[in-house]
């Protein structure tokens, strides 16, 4: 089923910062876990993880009000990240099929800055994500497992 979440970027504290969101919302992590960028297999052209980067996070999600999703990502200036106001939120759209992405994503990026092009990626999904043309950022994320 569709849905829309909110993608929230952090410099090194995100795991601090959905505990403490977990605090007020209540309920828990989807799937019970927290994702960590030691869990991504090397791929060809990667440079090599830093060992201070490895138990951060790289993607936690918590339902919170009407099935609303909050996701997260450490974003380390190590993986060429830079962090600030503008960059640091999301708007996370998860539509029900694959061509309903495509559509989605061509309308939102023209004009704007393409920042992954959309492709399958290695947790299963078709996903990729832009800027539009007045500065919003998306990701968009779809998932064959849930359609």
């Known amino acids: 089923m569709a849905h829309t979440g909110t993608y929230l970027n952090f410099q090194r504290n995100t795991e601090e910062a959905f505990n ?3 605090s007020v919302f209540g309920g828990d992590f989807v799937d019970g876990k927290i994702n960590r960028f030691s869990d991504i297999p090397p791929m060809e052209g990667m440079p090599p993880l830093a060992e201070e980067d490895k ?28 962090v600030n106001f503008g960059n640091n939120v999301y ?26 092009e959309l492709q399958d990626m290695f947790w299963g999904d078709y996903y990729g994500s832009c800027t539009d043309k007045y500065g919003v950022k998306w990701m968009l994320n779809f998932s064959a497992k849930n359609s």
Do not use: C, W
């Open 55 to 82: 138990n951060l996070v790289m993607h936690v999600s918590l339902p919170i009000l009407g099935g609303h999703l909050l996701m997260g990502t450490d974003a380390p200036e190590s993986m060429g990240f830079k």
């Open 20 to 22: 403490f969101y977990k």
């Open 91 to 116: 708007i996370s759209l998860n539509p029900d099929t694959r061509e309903e992405t495509k559509r989605l994503f061509k309308a939102l990026s023209e004009g704007g800055i393409i920042e992954q």
